[in-house]
């Protein structure tokens, strides 16, 4: 359960040296059921708690402190956890220099937005 964060250059037969890659990210875990597929895969608390230390594995890279979230062990799944999940995720890939991700349904609203599959894949393919 590591972060890392990649930029890699080339060199020629000449030793000329290429400027740095855009950086990458990679967390060293597995997640369970991977990818989560709509309307196959169903959300659960065990898809959040995974994100949340992969999650704070990528503040870790950044030099960042660990996220508290809410509910330290969610029964239910919340527009809130994916919230502050994104939230979490957006501020590390910041201070690493990765690009930000687009998500699906931007903004979500608790006791309205439907926690869906592709938020939490959204979420792991910003930590992969």
């Known amino acids: 359960n ?9 060199v020629d037969s000449l030793a000329r040296i290429s400027p740095f890659s855009a950086p ?8 369970a059921d991977d990818p989560i597929a709509a309307t196959v895969t169903a959300v659960k608390a065990i898809h959040i708690t ?4 992969a999650v704070n594995d ?18 239910v799944i919340k527009a809130l956890h994916v919230q502050q999940l994104r939230a979490a995720l957006d ?7 990765l690009p930000p991700l687009t998500y699906t349904d931007g903004t979500l609203t608790g006791g309205t937005t439907i926690v869906k599959a592709a938020h939490v ?3 792991r393919n910003g930590v992969k």
């Open 58 to 75: 990528m503040r870790a890279a950044a030099s960042l402190s660990a996220t508290t979230f809410t509910d330290d062990a969610p029964a």
């Open 121 to 123: 894949q959204e979420l």
């Open 2 to 10: 590591t972060s890392y964060v990649y930029k890699v250059r080339a």
């Open 91 to 97: 501020q590390a890939r910041t201070t690493l220099g």
């Open 50 to 53: 995974e994100l949340r230390l």
């Open 24 to 31: 990458d990210a990679a967390t060293t875990m597995f997640f």
